[in-house]
């Protein structure tokens, strides 16, 4: 908890507490100082035992230097005092037995007489046969023969693997040299034998070390499981006491000091600062209203054994937790001294328990006594447990008659059974393997009661009377408007046959409907096909007039006199041109209506598409001052059938330059929007009322009336051009206001490198567009 965190722990049993206790007491020195010292003993005899070992290594390496010194130092003034003896006699009539008796002779060595050309003259002891020369004695490589006395005495390894120490010195006058060979091996042999007495006595120093620090530590690790198994032991008990809400006491009686577990201190929200608690602090912990220690303490005084008492002490956080202390009285063997240990159990929990259920029974009863029903519980001997004062006065009871706790035969005696003038059929049933019986019962006075008895999972049984006077009484109207209801019923199965009979007329007039329609759909492919045959034999003898009257408007075989017959040749070739083009919008729309028409889609260029189909509207355009301007990203491509898209964007040009006024602007724009492609065309012309805008795009549909029409048409293009666009997988908009002007939105699907590559079947246009014909528009439309 925060506020015990801060606190601390004040000695007077009267003080406002504010306790803070460390989690636990603090080691004492002499632990402190034996965990210390499990590691430092093996340690400082680990460097004892090393220390030794270097020392004595260091010991006979010094022995073996100075023998070897000392060795040396003789070789090299053996061989200065052998040259000299050799000088006076000369090199052949020296006798080296003379210089090196054998009483005199150091074990090993050689002495060697050789010429200035490195061969042996003599040699004591004697040498083989085969070795002749210095060098086939000491090596190839031996440096005596070059530096003389000047290399001292050197250590040398032979031929057959011996070192030996060597010196040599010159004879006087250049006669050769003195050479002294000394091995090693027999100068280390008293050497050899002492280190291996010290070996063993360091081997056997070294055992009863290691065997002492194997004891210690065998000891130490024994002490460190105790350790471990005495703090695992410890923290299960702290745990099971934590998890139990528990908390450890051992009071000392006679030094007035308490020992609290851990879980103890938790219990309350404190923190161990010190071992024990002093008796006075611990008291000033009790609720005064709870009696306090010193009571406790006079028991055991009375050789009273065994301690159950309830209390509360303060928390930490300054509330009281209720606590119900069972206690022993051990008494030490050691000083004979009188503890008290037991265990501090948490009841805190218990005692909101019981003040709740006190309060819910109270509550019961309270609601058992506001009910409307007459109410009684009586337990498994029969005896009253709870009853409410309607009860009372069914059966003419006083609260003293129905006091908890008697039983049923007192009660009832005491009591009057009220009349009853007649039972309906009892009801029995089981819930949940418990028998239960309901049944009806009307009074002398004239109302009912419904009783229902059921015993309960203690074997105990309740009965409840319900007064039922006004359902029964709404009961009996229920059964009046049953009886109107049913002749209600009869009155609608009679309204469902009728209902029956008209819904079989229906049907059948459904059927002639769909035959109808099968007819007039029959009738209408008719016509399309009667259009599209017509249509075709019309073209022929239009084209023969057209061309004639071409032949005569120009004068082509001669003039025809007069001036007039060509106005009227021209007038007979453009009505026939208009003719023409009717037709095969009317060819056109039929052959669209038949789905006869196929299309090729492909990636074609938009600026190249604009182009072409603003190319025929040029003359037009200029004629009436119209501005056409052109808005088209470089390298956009649109995925359309090229003469589709050509007789769509003629059309749609066409009628905006029909019916925009002289001066006015057409603009044309083609933007990607995602999947899609967009072509705008725009234009400030006379406009379309909103309410002719759902009819544009049916065929033969015209907004303007037949005999107040100021622009020619069929009312057939915008049809085809919607077709068209919807034939390509777009759709095609119109928005448009009346003196301002309109907006045809088309919108086709854009060009994807896979969509195109692929071939698949679709709708194809006529080849060549059709420039010279009438084109459906928005307005004329």
Same mark, same amino acid.
């Given at each position: 908890?925060?506020?015990?965190?801060?606190?601390?722990?004040?000695?007077?049993?009267?003080?406002?507490?504010?306790?803070?206790?460390?989690?636990?007491?603090?080691?004492?020195?002499?632990?402190?100082?034996?965990?210390? &010292?499990?590691?430092?003993?093996?340690?400082?005899?680990?460097?004892?035992?090393?220390?030794?070992?270097?020392?004595?290594?260091?010991?006979?390496?010094?022995? $073996?230097?100075?023998? =070897?010194?000392?060795?040396?130092?003789?070789?090299?003034?053996?061989?200065? #005092?052998?040259?000299?003896?050799?000088?006076?006699?000369?090199?052949?009539?020296?006798?080296?037995?003379?210089?090196?008796?054998?009483?005199a002779r150091h074990s090993g060595r050689r002495l060697l007489l050789v010429r200035p050309d490195t061969r042996i003259v003599a040699s004591h002891p004697p040498l083989p046969a085969d070795l002749q020369t210095l060098s086939q004695v000491l090596g190839a490589s031996e440096p005596l023969s070059g530096l003389g006395e000047r290399a001292g005495t050197i250590a040398l390894d032979l031929p057959g693997g011996e070192t030996v120490l060597a010196a040599m010195h010159s004879l006087p006058g250049g006669l050769g040299q003195v050479a002294v060979v000394q091995p090693i091996e027999p100068l280390l042999r008293g050497w050899s034998a002492r280190t291996r007495d010290q070996i063993v006595l360091i081997a056997a120093a070294a055992l009863v070390i290691l065997g002492?620090?194997?004891?210690?530590?065998?000891?130490?690790?024994?002490?460190?499981?105790?350790?471990?198994?005495?703090?695992?032991?410890?923290?299960?008990?702290?745990?099971?006491?934590?998890?139990?809400?528990?908390?450890?006491?051992?009071?000392?009686?006679?030094?007035?000091?308490?020992?609290?577990?851990?879980?103890?201190?938790?219990?309350?929200?404190?923190?161990?600062?010190?071992?024990?608690?002093?008796?006075?602090?611990?008291?000033?912990?009790?609720?005064?209203?709870?009696?306090?220690?010193?009571?406790?303490?006079?028991?055991?005084?009375?050789?009273?054994?065994?301690?159950?008492?309830?209390?509360?002490?303060?928390?930490?956080?300054?509330?009281?937790?209720?606590?119900?202390?069972?206690?022993?009285?051990?008494?030490?063997?050691?000083?004979?001294?009188?503890?008290?240990?037991?265990?501090?159990?948490?009841?805190?929990?218990?005692?909101?328990?019981?003040?709740?259920?006190?309060?819910?029974?109270?509550?019961?009863?309270?609601?058992?006594?506001?009910?409307?029903?007459?109410?009684?519980?009586?337990?498994?001997?029969?005896?009253?447990?709870?009853?409410?004062?309607?009860?009372?006065?069914?059966?003419? %009871?006083?609260?003293?008659?129905?006091?908890?706790?008697?039983?049923?035969?007192?009660?009832?005696?005491?009591?009057? &059974?009220?009349?009853?003038?007649?039972?309906?059929?009892?009801?029995?049933?089981?819930?949940?393997?418990?028998?239960?019986?309901?049944?009806?019962?009307?009074?002398?006075?004239?109302?009912?009661?419904?009783?229902?008895?059921?015993?309960?999972?203690?074997?105990?049984?309740?009965?409840?009377?319900?007064?039922?006077?006004? #359902?029964?009484?709404?009961?009996?109207? %229920?059964?009046? @408007?049953?009886?109107?209801?049913?002749?209600?019923?009869?009155?609608?199965?009679?309204?469902?046959?009728?209902?029956? %009979?008209?819904?079989?007329?229906?049907?059948?007039?459904?059927? $002639?409907?769909?035959?109808?329609?099968?007819?007039?759909?029959?009738?209408?492919?008719?016509?399309?096909?009667?259009?599209?045959?017509?249509?075709?034999?019309?073209?022929?003898?239009?084209?023969?007039?057209?061309?004639?009257?071409?032949?005569?408007?120009?004068?082509?075989?001669?003039?025809?006199?007069?001036?007039?017959?060509?106005?009227?040749? $021209?007038?007979?070739?453009?009505?026939?041109?208009?003719?023409?083009?009717?037709?095969?919008?009317? #060819?056109?729309?039929?052959?669209?209506?038949?789905?006869?028409?196929?299309?090729?889609?492909?990636?074609?260029?938009?600026?190249?598409?604009?182009? @072409?189909?603003?190319?025929?509207?040029?003359?037009?355009? $200029?004629?009436?001052?119209?501005?056409?301007?052109?808005?088209?990203?470089?390298?956009?491509?649109?995925?359309?059938?090229?003469?589709?898209?050509?007789?769509? %964007?003629?059309?749609?040009?066409?009628?905006?330059?029909?019916?925009?006024?002289?001066?006015?602007?057409?603009?044309?724009?083609?933007?990607?929007?995602?999947?899609?492609?967009?072509?705008?065309?725009?234009?400030?012309?006379?406009?379309?009322?909103?309410?002719?805008?759902?009819?544009?795009?049916?065929?033969?549909?015209?907004?303007?009336?037949?005999?107040?029409?100021?622009?020619?048409? @069929?009312?057939?293009? =915008?049809?085809?051009?919607?077709?068209?666009?919807?034939?390509?997988?777009?759709?095609?908009?119109?928005?448009?206001?009346?003196?301002?002007?309109?907006?045809? #939105?088309?919108?086709?699907?854009?060009?994807?490198?896979?969509?195109?590559?692929?071939?698949?079947?679709?709708?194809?246009?006529?080849?060549?567009?059709?420039?010279?014909?009438?084109?459906?528009?928005?307005?004329?439309?």
């Amino acid at each position: 908890m925060p506020e015990a965190a801060s606190a601390s722990f004040s000695a007077r049993a009267d003080s406002t507490l504010a306790v803070s206790w460390p989690a636990r007491a603090p080691e004492s020195r002499f632990g402190q100082a034996e965990r210390w &010292l499990r590691f430092a003993v093996p340690g400082t005899l680990a460097v004892f035992l090393a220390c030794l070992i270097g020392l004595a290594a260091l010991h006979i390496r010094g022995q $073996r230097a100075e023998i =070897l010194a000392v060795a040396k130092v003789e070789v090299e003034e053996f061989a200065r #005092l052998a040259a000299r003896a050799v000088g006076p006699a000369g090199i052949l009539a020296t006798d080296l037995r003379g210089l090196m008796p054998e009483s005199a002779r150091h074990s090993g060595r050689r002495l060697l007489l050789v010429r200035p050309d490195t061969r042996i003259v003599a040699s004591h002891p004697p040498l083989p046969a085969d070795l002749q020369t210095l060098s086939q004695v000491l090596g190839a490589s031996e440096p005596l023969s070059g530096l003389g006395e000047r290399a001292g005495t050197i250590a040398l390894d032979l031929p057959g693997g011996e070192t030996v120490l060597a010196a040599m010195h010159s004879l006087p006058g250049g006669l050769g040299q003195v050479a002294v060979v000394q091995p090693i091996e027999p100068l280390l042999r008293g050497w050899s034998a002492r280190t291996r007495d010290q070996i063993v006595l360091i081997a056997a120093a070294a055992l009863v070390i290691l065997g002492v620090s194997l004891a210690y530590g065998l000891q130490t690790r024994q002490a460190t499981r105790a350790d471990r198994a005495r703090e695992k032991i410890h923290g299960r008990l702290e745990t099971a006491l934590r998890r139990g809400a528990c908390g450890l006491w051992d009071w000392d009686v006679a030094r007035g000091r308490i020992y609290w577990s851990d879980s103890m201190y938790g219990l309350l929200g404190y923190q161990r600062q010190n071992k024990y608690l002093s008796f006075g602090d611990v008291n000033g912990l009790v609720h005064p209203d709870d009696g306090d220690l010193y009571s406790l303490a006079r028991g055991v005084a009375a050789n009273q054994t065994h301690i159950d008492h309830a209390f509360r002490m303060r928390g930490a956080d300054g509330a009281y937790v209720w606590f119900r202390a069972r206690a022993e009285v051990v008494v030490n063997a050691a000083d004979g001294s009188q503890h008290l240990v037991g265990i501090t159990t948490d009841i805190s929990e218990q005692r909101a328990l019981e003040e709740t259920n006190a309060a819910a029974d109270m509550r019961l009863r309270d609601a058992v006594e506001a009910i409307s029903e007459a109410f009684v519980l009586w337990d498994t001997g029969n005896r009253l447990v709870l009853c409410n004062s309607k009860f009372r006065h069914l059966h003419a %009871l006083s609260p003293e008659d129905a006091r908890s706790g008697q039983s049923y035969t007192d009660v009832m005696g005491r009591g009057v &059974l009220p009349q009853v003038r007649r039972e309906s059929p009892e009801v029995g049933m089981a819930l949940g393997g418990m028998a239960a019986r309901t049944f009806e019962a009307e009074l002398a006075d004239g109302r009912w009661l419904q009783i229902s008895e059921r015993r309960t999972k203690d074997g105990g049984y309740v009965s409840v009377g319900t007064d039922i006077t006004s #359902l029964k009484r709404h009961q009996e109207q %229920l059964q009046a @408007s049953e009886r109107e209801l049913i002749e209600t019923v009869k009155d609608l199965k009679r309204s469902r046959r009728t209902l029956e %009979l008209q819904t079989q007329q229906l049907a059948d007039l459904a059927e $002639r409907y769909l035959d109808q329609k099968a007819v007039a759909e029959a009738a209408n492919q008719a016509k399309s096909e009667f259009l599209a045959n017509m249509s075709h034999e019309l073209r022929t003898p239009l084209n023969a007039i057209i061309g004639f009257a071409d032949v005569m408007e120009n004068a082509v075989l001669g003039p025809l006199g007069t001036p007039r017959y060509t106005e009227y040749c $021209r007038d007979i070739r453009e009505s026939g041109s208009h003719l023409l083009s009717m037709i095969d919008d009317i #060819l056109d729309m039929a052959r669209l209506e038949a789905r006869r028409v196929r299309l090729s889609p492909r990636a074609i260029s938009a600026e190249d598409a604009v182009s @072409s189909a603003l190319a025929p509207m040029a003359a037009a355009a $200029r004629e009436k001052a119209i501005t056409v301007s052109v808005d088209v990203p470089p390298g956009l491509d649109l995925l359309a059938d090229p003469s589709a898209m050509q007789q769509i %964007l003629v059309n749609l040009v066409q009628n905006a330059v029909k019916f925009t006024p002289i001066g006015g602007r057409v603009a044309l724009r083609v933007r990607r929007a995602g999947a899609s492609t967009h072509l705008f065309i725009e234009d400030n012309g006379i406009g379309i009322p909103r309410s002719d805008l759902a009819r544009l795009g049916r065929p033969f549909t015209q907004v303007e009336a037949q005999m107040t029409r100021s622009h020619k048409g @069929s009312g057939l293009g =915008l049809a085809i051009t919607r077709s068209m666009v919807e034939l390509h997988g777009g759709s095609l908009r119109i928005r448009s206001e009346e003196t301002v002007g309109t907006i045809v #939105l088309v919108r086709l699907p854009a060009v994807i490198a896979d969509r195109t590559a692929s071939t698949r079947p679709s709708a194809r246009a006529p080849e060549t567009p059709r420039t010279g014909r009438r084109a459906g528009s928005p307005v004329a439309a």
